[in-house]
Nanobody, 125 residues
Framework: QVQLVESGGGSVQAGGSLRLSCAVSRPAYDAFCIGWFRQAPGEEREREGVAQMYTGGNGHDYADSVQGRFSISRDKLKNMVYLQMNNLKPEDTGVYYC????????????????WGQGTQVTVSS
């Protein structure tokens, strides 16, 4: 069982920055995939993978829409995962979720077992 609690969302103007934090409960295993998904406003919008990393390795992966602007990182000692978001755009607006799973990383939301409660990010033009 992995519990995830996000924080750090808020409202910024386009071009601004935010850093999201995800507190990860102490896992019983060393290696799992952890990342961020987001859901834009609108009931029918699908959750979109943003960034992810496999804790057993050093690789990071990003959606094309955020490549070069977002950065995922992890503080293993503090059991924290971060998403640094720079040069934010109005289309980045949405609820951001911290996600984790024991299996390898995927861009499919239904392949992640554990989800945080989400934190709202609003970017105005």
């Amino acid at each position: 069982q992995v519990q995830l609690v996000e924080s750090g969302g808020g409202s910024v103007q386009a071009g601004g920055s935010l850093r999201l934090s995800c507190a990860v409960s102490r896992p019983a295993y060393d290696a799992f995939c952890i990342g961020w998904f987001r859901q834009a406003p609108g009931e029918e919008r699908e959750r979109e993978g943003v960034a992810q990393m496999y804790t057993g390795g050093n690789g990071h992966d990003y959606a094309d829409s955020v490549q070069g602007r977002f950065s995922i990182s992890r503080d293993k000692l503090k059991n924290m995962v971060y998403l640094q978001m720079n040069n934010l755009k109005p289309e980045d607006t949405g609820v951001y979720y911290c996600v984790a799973d024991l299996n390898g990383c995927s861009w499919k939301s239904d392949e992640f077992q554990w989800w945080g409660q989400g934190t709202q990010v609003t970017v105005s033009s």
